[in-house]
């Protein structure tokens, strides 16, 4: 599809799990976000990736959050250790260079810690 | 303090009428940019109007305005004649260094549902 997509659409794990969560952006999008959106904290930025640049990763919340980008395509989140206020919809954006200042959003992953 | 702040947890409005959702923001640089986006209840985040810092002119598309007052630092979202369909959860949000051609990270304000009576 034309879109940005990211799977799997609902992760339900136990606490101390790992989980890795992906997104697929628009082809040919340099920049990628990840958001979390939850019931107490709103929608939060975590990192953001632009082209070969160093990520922003002022945003991640511990440091069981990482997340890579390989090759400026795919983006794949990981969570070690998942805690239950893991919980959340984590959001995937991508923005290119023709349709700057707008952030094309995924469908999100929900994740549930039980 | 919040970067973003909506003070509208919640609006009604009828059918056909229009509606302003509010948002004030805090920056201290010069060149940003604001945005809003709709979230309807199946969670997509839908991309509605943007406003540059230096954009002179208010921005429009379609049914949707942004009145920008830079001086108060507001930036409401004007929709005329609402739509069953535009009940959502409403995000204003802003990005810093926005000097039109850069790339950046979005901060959101906490959202206002509107719900659009019949």
């Known amino acids: 599809g034309a879109g940005v997509s990211q799977s799997p659409s609902n992760k339900v794990t136990e606490k101390g799990k790992d989980v890795e969560l992906r997104c697929d952006p628009i082809s040919g999008h340099t920049a990628l976000y990840w958001y979390r959106q939850s019931l107490g904290q709103g929608l939060e930025f975590l990192i953001y990736f632009q082209g070969n640049s160093a990520p922003d990763k002022s945003g991640l919340p511990s440091d069981r959050f990482s997340a890579e980008r390989t090759g400026g395509s795919v983006s794949t989140l990981t969570i070690q250790r998942t805690q239950q206020e893991d919980s959340a919809v984590y959001l995937c954006a991508t923005e290119g260079w023709a349709t700057q200042n707008e952030q094309f959003f995924g469908p999100g992953t929900r994740l549930t810690v039980l | 303090a919040q970067k973003i702040t909506q003070t509208q947890p919640g609006m009604f409005v009828q059918e056909k009428e229009a509606v302003t959702l509010d948002c004030t923001y805090d920056?201290?640089?010069?060149?940003?940019?604001l945005f809003w986006y709709k979230q309807p209840s199946s969670g997509e985040m839908i991309f509605l109007i943007y406003?540059?810092?230096?954009?002179?002119q208010n921005a429009t598309e379609g049914r949707y305005s942004l009145n920008f007052q830079k001086a108060r630092k507001s930036a409401n979202l004007v929709i005329s004649a609402s739509q069953l369909g535009d009940s959502a959860m409403y995000f204003c949000?802003?990005?810093?260094?926005?000097?039109?051609?850069?790339?950046?990270?979005?901060?959101f304000g906490q959202g206002t549902i509107l719900t659009v009576h019949p």
């Open positions: 920056t201290s640089d010069q060149s940003y940019g």
């Open positions: 949000a802003m990005k810093e260094n926005a000097g039109g051609t850069s790339y950046g990270k979005l901060t």
């Open positions: 406003q540059g810092s230096y954009d002179e």
